[in-house]
């Protein structure tokens, strides 16, 4: 958050090293890869693209937010549009990468800011196969889903609330799983860094009711993601 630097980071030789620095942006909270090479990072009241298709890698500005209280969750949406969640405003954003179009398409008390830094929303994952968004609100210690219309992003359902106990950052969902034909499945495996409950958390988004199951103790646990890299699939970690 205080440094536009976008840092790679090698999760088997364990080595990181600055790629870019995003100019323009006073320090990144949010990245999303939604083609492939091609990255959505929320940098201030900017969305900006970062290109690995060259190399350099290089970024440029897709729009800014000017409305914007405190950007600070990205998903996928559509191949076109990525979900932007605004923590300090409390709503969301469908932003199209390409024509740098936006609206707001969601707002709701679950994802409203409080607390001294007024946080609300904070980590948002969008899961295609059931048109379901989850999302944490961070001060409220509360994880929730809402059914949307895949292609306008507006809740087509009522807010479901998962708990009320326990802090949740970000979050991500689990590895792809092989179907015996070969092609693949999303996972119904959804993990919550849980922040300053140094934690990883596991959640079966199959049934009902799920509670969290540790699975990992990190300090300070803000994010996470499956790793695809060669030795990395389906267990590789990475949690800042
Ligand atoms: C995105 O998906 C739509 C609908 O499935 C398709 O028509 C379009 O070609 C796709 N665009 C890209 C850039 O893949
Ligand atoms: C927020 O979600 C709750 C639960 O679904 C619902 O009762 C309420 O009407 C929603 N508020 C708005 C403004 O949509």
């Not at 290089?58 to 914007?68: D, N, R, V």
């Not at 994952?125 to 949307?148: G, Q």
């Amino acid at each position: 958050m205080n440094s536009a630097a976008l840092i790679s980071i090698d999760l088997i030789a364990k080595t990181s090293s600055t790629v870019l620095t995003i100019s323009g942006a006073p320090g990144l909270s949010g990245i999303v890869k939604y083609a492939p090479d091609l990255f959505a990072v929320i940098g201030g009241k900017g969305v900006y693209r970062v290109d690995f298709t060259s190399n350099p890698p290089k970024s440029s500005l897709i729009k800014t937010i000017s409305e914007a209280g405190n950007l600070n969750g990205l998903s996928t949406f559509t191949n076109e549009s990525v979900l932007v969640g605004d923590a300090g405003k409390g709503v969301v954003y469908r932003l199209d990468v390409n024509k740098g179009t936006y609206e707001q398409v969601l707002k709701n008390v679950t994802m409203a800011p409080s607390g001294s830094i007024p946080f609300g929303i904070d980590g948002l994952r969008y899961r295609a196969s059931d048109s379901t968004l989850w999302y944490t609100n961070i001060f409220k210690n509360s994880f929730h889903r809402v059914l949307v219309d895949p292609v306008t992003g507006k809740a087509a359902g009522s807010v479901t609330t998962l708990w009320t106990n326990l802090m949740g950052d970000d979050l991500c969902f689990g590895p792809a799983v092989q179907q015996a034909d070969g092609s693949t499945k999303e996972s119904a495996k959804v993990y919550v860094a849980t922040n300053g409950k140094n934690s990883l958390v596991e959640v079966d988004t199959s049934v009902q009711k799920p509670s969290p199951k540790t699975v990992a103790t990190v300090s300070g646990s803000t994010s996470c993601a499956v790793g695809r890299g060669e030795g990395e699939g389906g267990c590789g970690w990475c949690c800042v």
